[in-house]
């Protein structure tokens, strides 16, 4: 299966936005490409057991079990969909990939180098984006949600450290995500039209 689409993915802390900013490129783009929106966990098989077995506090795994099966939803997804979309020549929008399990997993103690091991079959993005919030921003967020929070101040400054490490060595494209959702929706969509009009 060659590969003509382009592949977008889009980073960031739980209450960043990333979702909303995530759906509102892809509806911008979709008038001029032809996008494929995904996610991870996905809908697959492991990642539907990801959903519904390991989010909730009192049913979390040790960090390297969820670690593979991160990677195996990873896999799966990118053979049943990704893969199969950029062989059609979309642009595919994934919501998170492999830079959560290297935040996430990284900040529960799980080495760099051991996640990269489990992920070697992770196809390579061509465009990476880490959408930026403030931790104390995110958490108020997240509260005024009302949607349960795991993630301690701490555990956030900890993930957002691991992300902005990527961005500092160009893997990730910092987004300013700390204002009116417009606004970081057209910052995010000129990045991205400049990269495809390239
Ligand atoms: P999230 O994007 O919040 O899904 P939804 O918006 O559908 O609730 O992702 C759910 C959680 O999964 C989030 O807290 C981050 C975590 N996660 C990891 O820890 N590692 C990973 O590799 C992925 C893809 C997600």
């Known amino acids: 299966m060659t590969k003509k689409g382009v592949f977008i993915i889009i980073e960031g802390l739980d209450g960043s936005g990333k979702t909303t900013q995530a759906n509102l490129l892809a509806k911008k783009l979709s008038e001029s490409f032809s996008v494929f929106f995904t996610a991870e966990p996905s809908h697959g098989k492991t990642g539907t057991y990801i959903r519904e077995s390991c989010l909730y506090e009192e049913k979390r795994l040790p960090a390297a079990s969820e670690a593979l099966l991160f990677a195996a939803d990873r896999i799966e997804h990118l053979e049943n969909e990704v893969k199969p979309a ?4 979309k642009v595919v929008i994934c919501d998170r990939y492999l830079y959560s399990s290297l935040a996430y997993q990284g900040s529960a103690g ?3 180098s051991w996640i990269k091991k489990i992920n070697s079959y992770a196809l390579k993005p061509d465009f990476g984006i880490f959408i930026d919030v403030p931790p104390e921003q995110v958490l108020e967020r997240l ?3 009302k949607k349960s929070v795991m993630e301690t101040l701490e555990i956030q400054q900890k993930v957002r450290g691991i992300y902005l490490k990527f961005v500092e060595n160009g893997e990730l494209i910092k987004v300013d ?3 009116p959702k417009d606004e970081v929706s057209s910052v995010l969509y000129s990045k991205i039209l400049g990269f495809l009009e390239k």
């Open 86 to 89: 950029l062989a059609e020549g």
């Open 110 to 112: 799980l080495g760099t």
């Open 143 to 145: 509260r005024r949600r």
């Open 177 to 179: 995500g700390n204002g």
